[in-house]
């Protein structure tokens, strides 16, 4: 069986970016996606980010902004965000550079 379509080989991948100062490799099977992205410290994201992700920080510190709140995370943390305009985030990077895996749908 050739299991090609469900390896992510991400060392293989070139670095994409389509956003200054973010870079990613990703890996699509479907409607779900698998990205390792880096952020460098000054990104300033242009929108709210309403989609939902599963993200595991591998290097750096991470500030994610939400309407009431600002929570951090560091180098291996976690976090899940579910969709929804109630749940809307920016990430905000805290160190020169943030590498982390995320995990998320897509329509």
């Not at 293989?12 to 990613?24: D, G, I, L």
Request: net charge negative.
């Amino acid at each position: 069986m050739d299991n090609l379509p469900y390896t992510a080989r991400f060392v293989a991948m070139n670095w994409e970016s389509s956003t200054p100062k973010v870079r990613q490799k990703l890996h699509r099977v479907g409607d779900q996606q698998l990205r390792v992205v880096e952020f460098e410290r000054g990104l300033e994201h242009p929108a709210w980010c309403e989609r939902g992700h599963i993200g595991y920080i591998l290097q750096g510190k991470l500030a994610l902004e939400f309407d009431e709140e600002t929570l951090e995370f560091g180098e291996g943390e976690g976090f899940i965000i579910p969709d929804g305009k109630a749940n809307r985030h920016r990430p905000v990077p805290l160190t020169e550079h943030v590498l982390l895996i995320l995990s998320e749908r897509v329509s």
